[in-house]
């Protein structure tokens, strides 16, 4: 089988040339007779052009398309919780490197209206978003990924993670090491309304996942439950201060994000408890921060690289004709450090995954 290689051969030409030119790199500046020669070569040589990067391909084609892109994120609450911080800088480095680039980035935090959306060809959403369904501006835009809330599957492409699943990984993690009284430390959920500064209380999955599945163990203590409005480090904090304060500690907690979950590490060494000797901890996310944390945070991870790669793809094909939404639930992974105790208990090492 003839090779890019073969092809420049026989043209007199570099295999770059030849790639630029099979591509129709419109950056290229080549005499029409060398462009001759390499199609001649082809022919004569019956090359067939396997493409290794369909995506750049395809993502050429749609250069001149609008795309916006929604965050409910300030930029100050992206530094306090990276999550989606992660997913919309993975979301912006795809783009760039497929020779695209956002049109419009709308932080719901400075309440646009839906003129904002005006002029857009496709849009990805990061948090949860109640749109209106009707809105104008909104319904005009026939390409539309939801990435971490998944509104409508019957309309709209979403990336989404199972907290049912990340739950259940955790408490199983922690039920397997012995301990028999789990709290949680988590946050609601909070459903922005696009277009207004309001928007409504939800119970979150890993709230609802934890108190159903404790409540099938028969091992479900409603006083060991606290609920916060979001999963900041202050909040983490807070909540982990007023369970102290409470009394009757249980001997581990699930903590619904990772900055929670050293925020509260810290709650606990300021009033003279140790991690994991008095109180065993494990957190969902899997920052950086959480393999330096003191001691090193037991988490589950959430692969939010992942899942800025897959919406942009996701995107990328609506815009080229697929009209099938699809809805990707990305896997999760049990991280195992020092915070839960399982190298005293079980004699694990830390970092291993499973």
């Known amino acids: 089988m003839a090779t890019i290689r073969d092809v420049a051969s026989l043209a007199g030409v570099s295999p770059s040339t030849v790639s630029r030119v099979l591509n129709g790199d419109p950056s290229l500046s080549v005499q029409e007779e060398t462009r001759k020669k390499i199609m001649s070569a082809v ?12 995506a750049a391909a395809k993502a050429a084609q749609l250069k001149d398309y609008k795309i916006g892109l929604v965050t409910f994120c300030s930029e100050q609450f992206e530094s306090e919780d990276p999550y989606y911080l992660s997913i919309r800088l993975q979301i912006e480095k795809e ?53 971490d809330y998944s509104p409508d599957e019957n309309r709209f492409d979403s990336v989404i993670v199972d907290f049912n699943k990340v739950t259940t990984l955790a408490l199983d993690h922690l039920i397997g090491l012995g301990y028999g009284k789990i709290g949680l430390i988590s ?51 807070r909540l982990m201060k007023e369970a102290i304060d409470r009394g009757n500690l249980p001997e581990a907690f699930l903590i619904g994000s990772d900055p929670m979950a050293i925020a509260a590490g810290r709650a606990l060494k300021e009033s ?9 901890i494990v957190g969902i996310d899997d920052i950086e921060m959480a393999s330096y944390a003191d001691p090193p945070l037991t988490t589950v991870k959430i692969y939010t690289e992942q899942m800025g790669q897959t919406a942009v793809r996701m995107l990328l094909e609506r815009m080229n004709g697929r009209e099938v939404p699809l809805k990707v639930v990305l ?11 399982a190298e005293q208990k079980t004699g694990i090492q830390g970092g291993v995954g499973s």
């Open 43 to 54: 022919e004569q040589l019956q090359y067939k052009m396997v493409s290794r990067r369909p």
């Open 95 to 147: 783009f760039n490197q497929l020779g695209l680039h956002i049109t419009r980035t709308i932080r719901w935090v400075n309440h646009e209206s839906y003129e904002s959306l005006s002029g857009l060809d496709g849009l990805i959403v990061i948090g949860k978003f109640e749109f209106d369904p009707y809105n104008l501006f909104f319904n005009r835009i026939q390409n539309v990924v939801f990435v």
């Open 187 to 237: 946050s609601r959920d909070f459903i922005n309304r696009f277009g207004s500064d309001t928007g409504f209380d939800s119970v979150d999955q890993r709230q609802s996942s934890f108190e159903a599945y404790m409540k099938l163990k028969r091992m479900y203590y409603p006083e060991h439950v606290h609920i916060g409005k979001d999963f900041s480090m202050s909040t983490g904090y």
């Open 272 to 280: 003279g408890l140790k991690v994991p000797k008095d109180i065993a």
């Open 331 to 341: 896997p999760s992974k049990l991280i195992v450090r020092s915070s839960c105790g």
